[in-house]
């Protein structure tokens, strides 16, 4: 075991890994309650951000290890957009430091011990299809929920290609975590051990029959119980949510983002993991 990493830990996951919410725990006079999961930026202020940072799970890992943690400094996201966001940060990214480019950061490998990853919704990615010689392109919920008008041509382009909604789905969800397998597999090329776990339950049966991802994946223990993905987790025991989270705060917003308490369970699995890995060497 080891209390030092001496090169950088990358997070990347969706606003389950960038902290969202957690400026609550500050009790800052200037801390403005927003709705729901909703993030408004105009909301919020440097002071609230930086908090945040000192008290998500990266940090907490990093801490551990006395090494830095590298995290998307935006909120949200899909794994589409966190695989590429990263991707091109190591191959595209602008070398020197630019304090206010909306660019990519150049990020080499040689700098990365662990790349860690927290995977989000399926539906969140982006889905294109070709309908009466227009190409259509939106995010996957918007084409599969059936309270919008555009799911008909979803269901008009499964019948042309002769596909049912189930092997749809199937088959994104499987292009999803393939897609973040190949890149986690490309990165361990360049001697970066990756570590991944879940918020949504729909990638486990993919991960429980692929060893490779099997050897990779966190659950989570928590009152004696083991859970297999955030969701689960969160929802059997609200505590976990800032919204229910009465214990660290009088009167919690209405976010059911993972509380503080939360963070540092996850942190307490993956530092875990990490200490599992160097135990190998």
């Given at each position: 075991?080891?209390?030092?990493i001496?090169k950088?830990?990358?997070?990347a ?11 609550y725990?500050?009790?800052?006079p ?8 909703s993030f408004h930026?105009q909301?919020?202020n ?8 000192s008290v998500?799970?990266p940090?907490?890992v990093?801490n ?21 966001w990263?991707k ?5 990214g602008?070398r020197g430091?630019k304090?206010?480019d ?12 662990y790349f860690?990853?927290?995977?989000t ?8 299809l070709?309908y009466?010689n ?6 996957l919920?918007g ?8 799911n008909?041509?979803l269901?008009?382009?499964?019948s ?5 909604v189930?092997?749809?789905i199937s088959?994104e969800?499987?292009?999803n975590?393939?897609?973040?397998k ?9 001697n ?8 949504t339950p729909?990638?486990?049966?993919f991960i ?10 966190i ?7 083991n859970y ?5 987790l969160?929802n ?6 800032i919204k229910y989270?009465f214990?660290?705060l ?11 308490g ?6 307490k699995?993956i530092i875990?993991k990490i200490n599992i890995?160097?135990?190998?060497g």
């Open positions: 075991m080891t209390d030092r001496t950088g830990i990358v997070f996951g969706c606003s389950f890994t960038w902290g969202s919410g957690l400026w725990y500050s009790k800052l200037t801390i403005i309650e927003q709705t729901g999961q930026t909301k919020m440097i002071s609230h951000i930086d908090y945040m940072k998500r799970f940090r907490i990093a551990h290890f006395n090494t830095f943690e590298i995290v998307n400094p935006n909120n949200g996201g899909s794994n589409e957009t966190m695989l590429e990263w091109n940060c190591f191959t595209n602008v430091y304090a206010f909306s660019i990519y950061p150049h990020l080499d490998y040689n700098e990365i011990s860690v990853v927290q995977l919704h399926w539906h969140r990615n982006n889905f294109t070709n009466n227009e190409e259509i392109k939106k995010e919920c084409w599969i929920d059936e309270h919008n008008p555009i008909s041509i269901m008009q382009w499964l042309d290609n002769d596909m049912g189930e092997d749809f088959n969800i499987i292009k975590i393939k897609s973040i190949e890149f986690l597999q490309h990165l361990e090329t360049f970066i051990k990756t570590i991944l776990f879940t918020w729909e990638y486990i049966d429980e029959s692929d060893k490779w991802l099997k050897d990779r994946f659950q989570f223990n928590y009152k004696n119980t297999n993905c955030l969701e689960s969160m059997e025991n609200k505590e976990l949510m989270d214990e660290n009088e009167n919690p917003a209405d976010d059911e983002h993972p509380s503080i939360c963070h540092k369970l996850i942190a699995h875990n890995y160097e135990s190998k």
